[in-house]
């Protein structure tokens, strides 16, 4: 078992849309995509600014999605694993839903997420 930080966001914004969030705005946090756990709701992707967590700004989904981690396997044959071609440091965070192919990640990204323990 490992250690893993989630680290508290500051929400100043949100998509436009009619739908209120199923979820407290105060229990949105940014994880490297490595530390995703099943049963989290991915909301986006940020990227950080040098070695801090510091965001410049971060990419809504128009879809947020319930993670279902998997390991990479660029034989899949999805066309995104495939197309990802063998890189070390991958991950993905679905294998299908709400999409047709993986969500592949760098084991590395920052992804802006709820944590399951939250959502409930």
Excluded at 4 to 24: E, K, N, Q, R, Y
Excluded at 36 to 49: E, H, I, K, T
């Amino acid at each position: 078992m490992r250690d893993m930080s989630f680290f508290p966001v500051i929400v100043t914004g949100h998509p436009a849309g009619d739908t209120p969030p199923l979820f407290d705005p105060a229990a949105v946090r940014i994880a490297r995509a490595a530390d995703v756990r099943q049963g989290d709701l991915v909301l986006g992707q940020c990227a950080a600014l040098g070695s801090t967590v510091e965001l410049e700004q971060a990419d809504y989904f128009d879809t947020p999605y319930y993670a279902n981690p998997s390991m990479y396997d660029p034989t899949c044959g999805c066309g995104v694993c495939r197309w990802s071609g063998y890189a070390p440091g991958r991950v993905v965070l679905t294998d299908g839903y709400p999409f047709d192919v993986c969500d592949v990640w760098p084991a590395k990204g920052h992804a802006v997420i709820v944590p399951a323990s939250r959502l409930h």
